[in-house]
C-alpha cells in the first residue's frame, strides 16, 4: 500500500517568484527552515525502501544481549514508534515523535518508556548506514510501521521529514518538571486532566492496570475515552489502536523483582532488569506478563475475537501485578491475557466500545481499515499540515492534516495598489460600519490593523504546526468569537472594500498580513518585506485547538505567558519586541477588554520604542475592570498597560529586552521587523525558506 517517494509536491511551488516585496529567501544556517530544506534534500535522494528492508532484516536478527521475543523484534518496535508518537497532546501540540525526543530526558525515563533504550540501541546499525539521511524522528517511526507491514499489517504510508532536537527541552512541559506543574498541573498523578495528554505523568495514556492500580474495567474505560480524547482520537481510532497494537507481542514481568534503574538513574546500566539474568524470559518491563494473542507475531483480529468469546477473570500475574486471564483455559490459550484497559473494551458505560469490538472482531477488512488509517494519524498528525510530509506519503485528505486550497489563478494582485490602498485607509479615514480610532483629532485605523494581523499570526504553533494567519481562519468561528478578537469583525467589514476590488487574486489571509505590515511601515517602522501567496480556508475547523493562551485574562500570569511564547516558538527578544511593536500602535478597547479604552502610549499612530520607555519610567496602578480583569494606568496619565506587559518589566529576563529597546530605537525597530517577518512567514509550508520571494 506504499506509495512512492513523493517529495514536497506542492502545487504552489510551481507558480513561480513572489511578485511583490523584498522578503529574503536567505535565512541564516540554523534556521529551522533551511535545517527543514538540507534534510528534504538527503531524504529526497534516500531510497526509503532499502532502509525498510534492512528495518526487516534487523526484526529477524535476535541478538544475545537483548533476545527477540520468538526471534522476532518486530513488535517491539510497534511499542517504540506508539511511545514516541503517543505523547503527543492536542491541547498545546506537543508531543509526538518529532525531535526524536524519546532519547533525553524526561521522556527516555518515563516507566512507560522502560527498556525501550534497547530498542533504540538496536536501531542504531541502521541509523549509522544513512546517517543524517534519516533523522532520529523519522527513524522511530518509520521502524514501527515497517514492524506492522512485516508482520502483515496494513498500513498507508509514511510521512517523514522530522528534524531531531538536541535535547530534550521542548518535552519538559510534558513532564514531570516544575514548568509542567505551573502551566498544567497534576493534583494526584493518575488522575491528571487535559492540558497534560496522560492520565499520570510518565506513562503515554493510561494506567493499564485500571485507575490509580484498581482493576475496575467501567472505569477504566473512562479513563482510555479522556486520555485518548485528548489526542483527539475518536471511538472507533481508540479501539483499533489498542486493538490492532495487541495484535502483536506481549507485556514483560517475570518476577515481582522490577526492571531496576532508570537512565536518569544510572544512565551507564538503566534497566538491567531484576529477574533472573533480567532479559529474554526474565525481561520485567511493565510487570504484566503474558502475549494478547497465541500468533504475536501476526496480524489478525484475534484479540478482538479472543476478548468477545471468553470469559476473563483478573489475578495477579507473575510480576504482581492485576491482569486478566481465561479461566480454566488449557494449550495455548492459556498463556494469553489481557490488561484492564484492554478488559475496559467491554465494560464501556457509554455502550460504545462493545460495539466497535463485535465489529472488528466479525469485519477483519473494517478493522484493517480502520486500524491503518488510525495509525497513520497517531504517527503523523504532530506533523501539522499534510504539505510538511516527505517520503513515502499516503493520499490525501486527511481532516486531521490541515490543507488549503491552492491559490486562485487570479493571483497575483497588484500589489502597489493594495498597499497604497491600505495606506490611504491607515489615517484620516473612516467609515461608519467601524469607526476608526481618533487619536489628536486623526481617524486612525493601523493599530486595529496591526492588532488584526497579529491576532491573526499569533495563534500559530511551532508545536504542531496548526494555526498562522494563511488560511484567513480569524474569519470564521470559533476564532472570531473568541472575546480577544472582538473587534475583528468590524475591522475586516473595514477592509471589505480592498478586498472586493481586488477580487480572487488577494486572499484574505495576504490582506490581512499586509495591511498590518503597511500600519507598522506607514507609522515609521522600517521599510518591512512581504511575500504574498497565502490562501484561504473555507471554514474555521481546525482552530478549536488554539484558543488564545496569551490573552490578558484573569487566568493570565507569568508562567502562561512564557508557555505562550515558546508554542508560538519565538524567542524572548522577539516576544519582547512583538508585543512591544503591537501596543506601540492604536489603544486597547472596552470592547474586548472590560470598558476601558485607552492607549499604551503618548504618540498611538507612531511607531516607535516610546511602549518601552513607558514601562519602565510611569507608575503604573492597577484599575480594576468590569471583567474582573485587571488593567493597570500610568500615575496622572491617561496611560494603560495590560498586566502581560507589566510582566515584560517584572521579569528579569524579558526586563533586560525592555531595557535594551527603550534604550535603543533603532534595535527595536530592526528587531521588530525580523521577529514580526518570522512570525508571519512560520506558516508558509509552501516556501519554507521565502525562496519565492526573491
Ligand atoms: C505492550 C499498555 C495501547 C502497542 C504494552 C505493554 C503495556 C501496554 C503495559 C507491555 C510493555 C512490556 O511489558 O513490554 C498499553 C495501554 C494502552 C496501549 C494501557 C492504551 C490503553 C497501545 C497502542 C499500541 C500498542 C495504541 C499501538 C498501536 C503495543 C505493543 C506492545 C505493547 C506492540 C508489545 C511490545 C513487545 O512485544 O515488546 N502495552 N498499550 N499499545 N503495546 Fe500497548
Known amino acids: ?43 529526497g535522494d534516500l531510497d526509503l525502501d532499502l532502509v525498510r528492508s534492512d528495518l526487516k532484516a ?63 540501541a538496536l536501531l542504531w546499525p541502521v541509523k549509522a548506514r544513512y546517517g543524517d539521511a534519516i533523522s532520529w524522528g523519522d527513524l522511530m517511526v518509520l521502524a514501527g510501521t515497517t514492524a506492522i507491514e512485516s508482520m502483515g499489517g496494513p498500513v498507508l504510508g509514511f ?21 509542567q506543574e505551573a502551566v498544567a498541573p497534576c493534583v494526584l498523578n493518575g488522575t491528571c486532566v487535559s492540558p497534560l495528554g496522560s492520565t499520570t505523568v510518565g506513562l503515554i495514556y493510561v494506567n493499564p492496570e485500571g485507575p490509580m492500580g484498581n482493576p475496575i474495567p467501567a472505569e477504566s474505560a473512562l479513563q482510555v475515552r479522556d486520555s485518548f480524547g485528548r489526542m483527539g482520537m475518536n471511538d472507533s481510532e481508540t479501539v483499533a489502536l489498542i486493538g490492532g497494537g495487541h495484535a502483536f507481542g506481549k507485556v514483560h514481568g517475570a518476577c515481582p523483582a522490577g526492571a ?20 529474554g524470559k526474565d525481561t520485567f518491563t511493565s510487570g504484566f506478563e503474558g502475549p494478547w494473542t497465541t500468533t504475536p507475531n501476526q496480524w489478525s483480529n484475534l484479540y478482538f475475537n479472543d476478548l468477545l468469546n471468553n470469559d476473563w477473570e483478573v489475578h495477579v500475574g507473575p510480576g504482581g501485578h492485576h491482569q486478566w486471564r481465561i479461566p480454566n483455559a488449557t494449550g495455548p490459550m492459556a498463556g494469553i491475557m489481557r490488561l484492564t484497559t484492554d478488559i475496559s473494551l467491554l465494560h464501556d458505560p457509554a455502550g460504545i466500545y462493545q460495539k466497535i469490538v463485535k465489529e472488528f472482531a466479525a469485519d477483519p477488512a473494517k478493522f484493517d481499515n480502520a486500524f491503518a488509517n488510525a ?29 488549503l486550497p491552492a491559490r486562485s489563478s487570479e493571483f497575483p494582485p497588484a500589489w502597489p495598489q493594495v498597499k497604497a490602498s491600505l495606506k490611504e485607509m491607515a489615517r484620516g479615514y473612516s467609515t461608519p460600519i467601524f469607526p476608526a480610532d ?34 484567513a481562519r480569524i474569519r470564521f468561528s470559533p476564532e472570531k468569537d473568541w472575546p480577544a478578537n472582538a473587534e475583528f469583525v468590524g475591522v475586516l467589514k473595514v477592509l471589505d472594500d480592498v478586498k472586493a476590488r481586488f477580487g480572487d487574486a488577494l486572499s484574505w489571509s495576504d490582506l490581512i498580513i499586509l495591511a498590518g505590515t503597511v500600519a507598522v511601515e506607514e507609522a515609521g517602522g522600517l521599510p518591512m518585506s512581504f511575500c504574498g501567496g497565502r490562501t484561504d480556508a473555507t471554514d474555521g475547523s481546525g482552530s478549536e485547538l488554539l484558543t488564545p493562551r496569551l490573552s490578558p485574562g484573569p487566568g493570565t500570569d ?80 491617561e496611560l494603560f498597560m495590560f498586566k502581560t506587559d507589566l510582566f515584560l518589566k517584572a521579569d528579569p529576563e524579558f526586563r533586560i529586552h525592555v531595557e535594551e529597546f527603550a534604550l535603543d530605537n533603532q534595535a527595536f525597530l530592526e528587531s521588530y521587523r525580523a521577529a514580526w517577518t518570522k512570525l508571519v512567514r512560520s506558516d508558509r509550508f509552501d516556501d519554507p525558506t521565502g525562496k519565492l520571494c526573491e
Request: proline share 7%; glycine share 12%.
Open 1 to 43: 500500500m506504499l506509495r512512492k517517494a513523493l517529495l514536497l509536491a506542492s502545487p504552489l511551488l510551481s507558480l513561480g517568484a513572489c511578485p511583490f516585496g523584498g522578503e529574503q529567501g536567505v535565512l541564516p544556517d540554523g534556521h529551522p527552515a533551511v535545517a527543514q530544506e538540507t534534510y528534504a534534500a538527503a531524504l
Open 260 to 279: 531496576g534503574p532508570s537512565p536518569k538513574e544510572d544512565p551507564l546500566n538503566p534497566y538491567p532488569g531484576l529477574c533472573g539474568t533480567g532479559k
Open 159 to 179: 510521512c517523514a521529514g522530522r528534524l531531531d532536537d538536541k535535547d530534550g527541552s521542548e518535552s519538559i512541559e510534558l513532564g514531570p518538571s516544575e514548568e
Open 438 to 471: 481618533v487619536f489628536s483629532g486623526q481617524s486612525y485605523y493601523g493599530g486595529l490593523f496591526l492588532q488584526l494581523a497579529w491576532r491573526c499570526a499569533s495563534t500559530f504553533r511551532q508545536t504542531d504546526y496548526r494555526g498562522g494567519c494563511n488560511g
Open 558 to 637: 507569568l508562567a502562561f505567558l512564557v508557555d505562550g511564547m515558546k508554542v508560538m516558538g519565538v524567542t524572548r527578544r522577539e516576544f519582547v519586541a512583538l508585543v512591544g511593536g503591537g501596543h506601540t500602535l492604536g489603544q486597547m478597547h472596552a470592547s474586548r477588554s472590560g470598558f476601558i479604552s485607552g492607549p499604551w502610549t503618548s504618540s498611538p499612530s507612531r511607531f516607535n520604542n516610546e511602549y518601552f520607555t513607558n514601562l519602565l519610567t510611569e507608575v503604573y496602578q492597577e484599575v480594576s475592570v468590569q471583567s474582573g480583569e485587571k488593567k493597570y494606568k500610568a500615575l496622572g496619565k
Open 375 to 403: 495509525w497513520y494519524k497517531l504517527a503523523s498528525r504532530d506533523m501539522g499540515p499534510a504539505l510538511r510530509c516527505l517520503g513515502q506519503v499516503a493520499a490525501p485528505p486527511f481532516p486531521w492534516h490541515p490543507s
Open 58 to 120: 534487523l526484526f529477524l536478527n535476535s541478538q544475545d544481549h537483548w533476545p527477540a521475543d520468538l526471534g522476532n523484534y518486530a513488535p517491539f518496535f510497534v511499542r517504540l514508534t506508539w511511545h514516541c508518537t503517543g505523547t503527543y497532546r492536542s491541547s498545546d501540540g506537543r508531543g509526538g515523535c518529532e525531535g526524536g525526543r524519546q532519547r533525553f530526558e524526561p521522556e527516555r525515563s518515563w516507566a512507560d518508556n522502560t527498556n525501550l533504550d534497547k530498542a533504540r
